[in-house]
């Protein structure tokens, strides 16, 4: 049997119970390399799981799938990624497709497959308050440059405001990325891994809005909300709720470690889903404020 | 400390390590009804966590949040859900509304609340192949009377499919009905537990087609995946992939046991979509060539 286990959004208790007989059971088990931004170390995997783990990145499950289908027939083998096998972390990681890849090659070979779920940034983005059938199509955000600022996420952004629906931001993350020089002499070297943060996201977003000006973000009566470490507990999550302006304006710091995701609050904002997240406002009055003056919430 | 514990999709292994620790180290622990969707039975789950479970239907945990949150700032109280704390099994349920009220509560009563996350359908529908970022707002369908058919599912579907964006369709559950003359008596007694069929279901948006006439859903040529007990394993789900003719034409019980949804298929369907869920297609020619002549999908 081919396992492959999602491991949930934190540490090495998130994996649930099925899945962690699967890979006890397992004579080899793989862990995709993205779960560097799992919040804990693959040694510290190994030690909970009383098992090692062979470190798989994108490259290798990409390409070298019949390795690490091998014997998948007579043995058990399990593929670790993080979340939900068919979430999504960032569009750049392309996880799914991935998965996609690697199960239609297990087919190919007769291989059985079990896929064991776990939650995603997809689901358990609810916990800011925001009602996940409020939500339109994810989108995703990847780093610009000077001279490459692909902007496609603000017609999905648009297509979801212009019907009154949040939109859950993904965070661009290079984690395997090799510097122009690097790259050119063929030098594998590559750079520490970059995440996207708050700030630089909004700053992507608003830039695009003043290109483009359909009016469909505004800095100061957009809001928004920022996620933390979602699933890492009270003490170490973070969710922080205002204005584009507000989120720009907050300490960098203040949002604390990766991964980070934004939700663009969208006009069928209802007045629980406000006074839920309120709680995580940067400043509860605009907060409060503007969901009623701009976002017609009734609110007292 | 009050917990909400997601217990994933399928039975008593689907929690979390962590989940499982915060049962353990519970004083009280609240199951709530729902959880007669979940594929196991309240005695089960209580002899693989070695705890007594207190069942919690609607009306308690809406109601006497008070009593369930009793203790909770000097002692550990679980609610355990199906799926995730802040995933949706049907609007019907409104699991997520519930639970808002619940945790405004605690808040109010200055109880530290932890959310434990796991899978939910709005995730693991991705198991189909039908990519994640490609899914607009989700709906619910509401079972059909002879004079109460509420189509405003219909308007959110057509909004999806205008973008060319899949929509899952979650479908009703009625878990504590009563009927007409024992409503009318003031007997608490339930019928017993119905869910939607997915002949039912599609039939249900057919008619509401009929009515409408926008061409939003073509019993012919509008393709969709119906999706059976997921996360239950290769032996226990069912993924059955065709047009709406041919789900509505298929066994009822080849569907075999709820929970039941459905994915209505957008346009903007990548051929990777369709060649990894023609495993599960009725009529794999035809799967095909409307993915192809309908759809527009590049497939050889």
Not at 6 to 28: H, M, Y
Not at 60 to 80: G, P, Q, R, Y
Not at 193 to 205: C, E, F, G, N, T
């Amino acid at each position: 049997m081919f396992y492959i286990i999602g491991l949930g959004l934190c540490d090495e208790k998130d994996v649930t119970i099925r899945g962690l007989e699967a890979i006890k059971g397992s004579s080899r088990i793989y862990l995709e390399a993205y779960t560097s931004i799992l919040m804990v170390q693959k040694e510290k995997l190994e030690v909970f799981y009383e098992k090692p783990l062979i470190l798989a990145d994108r490259d290798m499950v990409e390409t070298e799938s019949d390795e690490i289908l091998a014997n998948a027939d007579k043995e058990d083998v399990s593929l670790l990624v993080v979340g939900d096998p068919f979430g999504k972390l960032t569009l750049d990681l392309a996880g799914q497709q991935t998965h996609t890849d690697i199960i239609l090659r297990a087919r190919a070979l007769g291989i059985p497959i079990r896929v064991i779920h776990n939650a995603s940034i997809m689901n358990a983005v609810g916990v800011c308050g925001l009602q996940l059938y409020n939500f339109g199509q994810t989108v995703s955000l990847v780093f610009f440059t000077d001279t490459w600022k692909p902007d496609s996420f603000y017609d999905r952004i648009k297509e979801n405001t212009d019907l009154g629906l949040h939109t859950l931001v993904l965070l661009d993350i290079k984690v395997k990325e090799q510097s122009e020089e690097n790259l050119a002499r063929g030098r594998k070297i590559y750079e520490p891994p970059r995440y996207m943060s708050i700030r630089q996201a909004v700053s992507q977003l608003i830039e695009i809005e003043s290109l483009r000006q359909t009016g469909t973000l505004s800095p100061d009566t957009t809001l928004a909300v920022a996620l933390s470490r979602v699933g890492g507990g009270n003490d170490n999550q973070g969710i922080v709720a205002g204005t584009l302006t507000d989120l720009v304006n907050h300490p960098e710091d203040a949002f604390g470690d990766p991964l980070h995701s934004l939700v663009i609050v969208g006009k069928r904002l209802h007045h629980l889903e406000v006074e839920y997240a309120q709680e995580f406002a940067v400043d509860l009055e605009r907060w409060r404020n503007t969901a009623k003056q701009v976002y017609g919430c009734a609110l007292d």
